[in-house]
């Protein structure tokens, strides 16, 4: 009886081409998200100062900014919305947020103008409580300069 060889056949060896595929995902991945992240917030605006400030710790929330730009221009992170459409946007959010055990809460952080009205704003607020959003915070610079 005659044993096989293993002569023939080549050296058996790893499939590198998943790998390399997840890891070339990954690295867009984080590249688009944290991209995305930081142009939530470099929107150029003329914040108001605060007479005193503390620097809250950081919290493991889900932040939504919006920005105020002028009375009838409000931004959802970068992207226009009309503020009919916001309030739908706050109960998206806020549903998205209750959805399940491991969702983080939802903080919206307000961003405007120092030169916006107070009658600009107040619709946003009010949006928010009617969405069930109670964590809301305003972006200000400490009145130190």
């Given at each position: 009886m005659r044993s096989p060889t293993n002569l023939g056949r080549g050296s058996i060896g790893f499939n590198m081409t998943p790998?390399?595929?997840?890891?070339?995902?990954?690295?867009?991945f984080f590249l688009v998200s944290s991209h995305l992240a930081r142009q939530e917030t470099q929107v150029a605006v003329d914040l108001p100062?605060?007479?005193?400030?503390?620097?809250?710790?950081?919290?493991?929330?889900?932040r939504l900014f919006i920005n105020i730009l002028?009375?009838?221009q409000i931004l959802?992170?970068?992207?226009?919305?009309?503020?009919?459409?916001?309030e739908t946007l706050l109960?998206?959010?806020s549903r998205r947020s209750a959805g399940g055990a491991k969702e983080r809460p939802l903080e919206v952080r307000i961003r405007t103008d120092r030169t916006v009205p107070y009658r600009t704003v107040e619709p946003i607020?009010?949006?928010?409580?009617?969405?069930?959003i109670w964590n809301v915070?305003?972006?200000?610079?400490?009145?130190?300069r």
């Open positions: 790998m390399i595929d997840v890891v070339f995902l990954l690295i867009i100062d605060a007479a005193s400030s503390d620097r809250p710790a950081e919290e493991d929330v889900r002028s009375e009838r959802v992170g970068s992207q226009p919305v009309e503020p009919e459409r916001l109960n998206y959010e607020l009010l949006a928010c409580a009617r969405s069930g915070k305003f972006a200000v610079t400490s009145g130190k």
